[in-house]
């Protein structure tokens, strides 16, 4: 079967429109309805300044006032930015190391009464950008990177996710990736946007040699001044912007939540 895993920009029929989707970050937790059909958020981001220190139950606390909320019942979709395996954290860059072994399905189930399925943050919204914005119907090989806090990544061959894929943690220039070239130097540490941005092409030239992409997606909040600083940015893949912005992680986390992630989505699913 031609592309039967391949996402599609389309929804089951038998699935609701409205579905809800939380993305927790290393500043902010924030959560919203969406509607599939669409990929748009229905309501207001709601949004709660991440717990210090980010632990589980204070994480998982903070979840649950998102959804109380919103007086959501039902499926509940969360993006952590961890390395998760079958609902079980095996890292935790930016977020408390208690998570480490944590069973983060379990444990938001039990903070928010609802059903809850959790992912690698970066994974979430690169589901989100391959059904609905800048990646859609893209062929071969995707790579959405997420510049924030830390970097984000999400690799794609022909539409199939490849998870936990982690390209911010690679060594490069003598130290991890993310501390030399994430959004953080320019939002938090005044550094001038040019050379944060010389510094992102270096490590996107790496990734070149690593993975030969076909497209690279830049995404983050950063990704708004795209125009500013794309010139410094020489490489030969083509680079396209996230279009749900900071939305991505909400509405990917969203669609997990019904199980809409490449190793289940089928062609019997889709529409004509």
């Given amino acids: 079967m031609d592309g039967g895993n391949r996402y599609k920009a389309s929804i089951p029929a038998e699935m609701s429109d409205l579905l809800f989707g939380i993305d927790v970050g290393g500043s902010g937790i924030k959560g919203a309805i969406v509607d599939a059909a669409l ?19 204070a994480v ?3 979840i649950a006032r998102i959804v109380e909320h919103f007086e959501w019942e039902g499926p509940v979709g969360a993006a952590l930015p961890s390395v998760v395996r079958r609902g079980i954290v095996a890292t935790a860059a930016n977020i408390d190391k208690g998570w480490i072994g944590t069973d983060a399905d379990q444990l938001l189930e039990e903070a928010t009464g609802n059903p809850v399925r959790v992912l690698n943050d970066a994974d979430a919204a690169g589901i989100a950008e ?11 090989v995707v790579v959405l990177l997420t510049f924030g806090t830390g970097i984000g ?29 994430a959004a953080r130097l320019v939002e938090r540490d005044d550094m001038e ?19 030969t992409p076909d497209l690279f997606i830049f995404g983050g909040g950063i990704s708004k001044r795209f ?7 020489q490489v030969d ?36």
């Fill in 39 to 57: 990929g748009d958020l229905t309501t207001d981001r709601y949004r709660i300044k991440t717990p210090q220190p980010a632990t589980p139950e």
């Fill in 153 to 181: 990544s999400a690799i794609f061959h022909d539409g199939i996710l490849v998870p936990n894929s982690e390209l911010g943690h690679l060594e490069f220039r003598g130290m991890v990736a993310e501390h030399y070239a």
């Fill in 193 to 211: 946007l040019d050379p944060w941005a010389i510094r992102v092409g270096e490590y996107l030239n790496h990734l070149e040699r690593i993975l």
């Fill in 227 to 233: 125009d500013d600083f794309s010139g410094h940015l």
């Fill in 130 to 140: 391959m059904i609905y914005g800048a990646g859609a119907d893209e062929p071969g």
């Fill in 237 to 272: 893949t083509p680079v396209k912007v996230a279009q749900l912005r900071n939305n991505a992680g909400i509405v990917g986390a969203a669609l997990a939540s019904r199980g809409l992630t490449p190793a289940e989505r089928t062609d019997s699913e889709e529409q004509p």
């Fill in 60 to 62: 998982a606390a903070t």
